[in-house]
């Protein structure tokens, strides 16, 4: 069983940055991937960054040059650095990882994100 851990959001203005941490409850080595998701109310979820553990990275179109996932192998923590926030943002922001044993996937509890205008 995994556990991830969010924290890092709330509200900020337009332009201005925001940090999300994902806490694991295990090595994230054991991950075969681990990434953000978000969703906004009315809207399906949708990855925003990845991060595989080879240390590859993708990151959706529109937050590409804004956003940037990264992650710490000692303390089992994966971030998202969000810089130049917008208000179509705004969203409930979901870590979540792949088991590299089972490939079953985990999700963090969510954080909110509100970027005003």
């Known amino acids: 069983q995994v556990q991830l851990v969010e924290s890092g959001g709330g509200l900020v203005q337009a332009g201005g940055p925001l940090r999300l941490s994902c806490a694991a409850s295990g090595s994230i080595f054991s991950m075969h991937a681990m990434g953000w998701y978000r969703q906004a109310p009315g809207k399906q979820r949708e990855l925003v960054a990845a991060?595989?553990?080879?240390?590859?990275?993708n990151d959706a179109d529109s937050v590409k040059g804004r956003f940037t996932i990264s992650r710490d192998n000692a303390k089992n923590t994966v971030y998202l650095q969000m810089n130049s926030l917008k208000p179509e943002d705004t969203a409930v922001y979901f870590c979540?990882?792949?088991?590299?044993?089972?490939?079953?996937?985990?999700w963090g509890q969510g954080t909110q994100v509100t970027v005003s205008s």
């Open positions: 991060i595989t553990s080879g240390g590859s990275t």
């Open positions: 979540s990882a792949v088991l590299r044993t089972t490939m079953a996937r985990y």
